[in-house]
T-cell receptor
Framework: AQSVSQHNHHVILSEAASLELGCNYS??????LFWYVQYPGQHLQLLLKYFSGDPLVKGIKGFEAEFIKSKFSFNLRKPSVQWSDTAEYFC???????????FGKGNQVVVIP | DTEVTQTPKHLVMGMTNKKSLKCEQHMGHRAMYWYKQKAKKPPELMFV???????INESVPSRFSPECPNSSLLNLHLHALQPEDSALYLC???????????????FGDGTRLSIL
């Protein structure tokens, strides 16, 4: 079964700083990759997804992620964060044939005004 | 607002009670899911229904009993729960679990369950 690693569980940064969250997965076959965000008290929302094509995908709210197959990575980036980006961010992977969405442990991001 | 509706939002129950959690979606999705999420942890998959049939049970204790009455509804029946079962229970749906794994799952707000 696939597994997902997210490092630096707690991230604190100032507004306008750049954000990069790492995500690595372990699975040798074809995967689909997702980043979800959970704002305080709200439901999980899809930020972006990758399943084929251009490895650089753009999502909502100015986020983007790059799939690097050779590194089994799908890192999330935002050039300039806002206070409203304070949330928990989860990377998730689903493998063809497994059909289970596996989540990483999440990154708690706090943006200081 | 999410397109997956869960009721109730909060539930407090004793260990001998029987209660049910409900989930509804009207997006025409044919796959529905139950997850358990503890504080500061990622969601953990419990059950998957695909075309109204149970396709995945992640070795969940029998005190949790899922039911899918039709393609729009998903229930989770609870009986004789333990204090460690206190958590946020999330429902999700997607277009199709088996044939379109690239379709994202849409999550509800969850039911926050407390077992006394």
């Amino acid at each position: 079964a696939q597994s997902v690693s997210q490092h630096n569980h707690h991230v604190i940064l100032s507004e306008a700083a750049s954000l990069e969250l790492g995500c690595n997965y372990s699975y040798g076959g074809t995967v689909n990759l997702f980043w979800y965000v959970q704002y305080p008290g709200q439901h999980l929302q899809l930020l972006l997804k990758y399943f084929s094509g251009d490895p650089l995908v753009k999502g909502i709210k100015g986020f983007e992620a790059e799939f690097i197959k050779s590194k089994f990575s799908f890192n999330l980036r935002k050039p300039s964060v806002q206070w409203s980006d304070t949330a928990e961010y989860f990377c998730a992977v689903i493998a063809y044939g497994n059909n289970r969405l596996a989540f990483g442990k999440g990154n708690q991001v706090v943006v200081i005004p | 607002d999410t397109e997956v509706t869960q009721t109730p939002k909060h539930l407090v129950m004793g260990m001998t009670n029987k209660k049910s959690l409900k989930c509804e979606q009207h997006m025409g999705h044919r796959a529905m899911y139950w997850y358990k999420q503890k504080a500061k942890k990622p969601p953990e998959l419990m059950f998957v229904y695909s075309y109204e049939k149970l396709s995945i049970n992640e070795s969940v204790p029998s005190r949790f009993s899922p039911e899918c009455p039709n393609s729009s509804l998903l229930n989770l029946h609870l009986h004789a729960l333990q204090p460690e079962d206190s958590a946020l229970y999330l429902c999700a749906s997607s277009q199709d679990n088996g044939r379109a794994p690239d379709q994202p799952q849409h999550f509800g707000d969850g039911t926050r369950l407390s077992i006394l």
